[in-house]
């Protein structure tokens, strides 16, 4: 096989949008940065042992918390930066406390 011809049946099975692996990678270590990257996993792995203790779906989730199944699976990695009001709907929409806090 001449090199033209491993170029062309290379080609076939390229994307044809770009790979984003780049950006995902500098997201990723300026949320480590920014110190709220481990925050987002705890709440991820808290919110997926409350699914599973209660036998619900990414899509009962979002039923219950007014967004898409796939919004859900975002959080479900534990690499979004969640507000408190989607936070306090994850409390709501599983009827279990994620954040602990106190107030002086």
Partial sequence: MTQ????????RYQSPTPS??????????????EGWLPYSRKIAIRT???????????????SRMGCSPQYVS????G???????????LENALNVPILQYEFA
């Fill in 79 to 89: 690499e979004e930066n969640l507000s408190l009001e989607t936070i306090c709907k």
């Fill in 20 to 33: 984003t692996w780049r950006e995902d990678e500098e997201a990723t270590r300026r949320a480590k940065a």
């Fill in 4 to 11: 033209q011809e491993a170029i062309a049946r290379l080609s």
């Fill in 48 to 62: 997926a042992m409350a699914m599973k203790r209660q036998n619900i779906t990414r899509s009962d989730v979002a």
């Fill in 74 to 77: 975002r959080l479900l990695k």
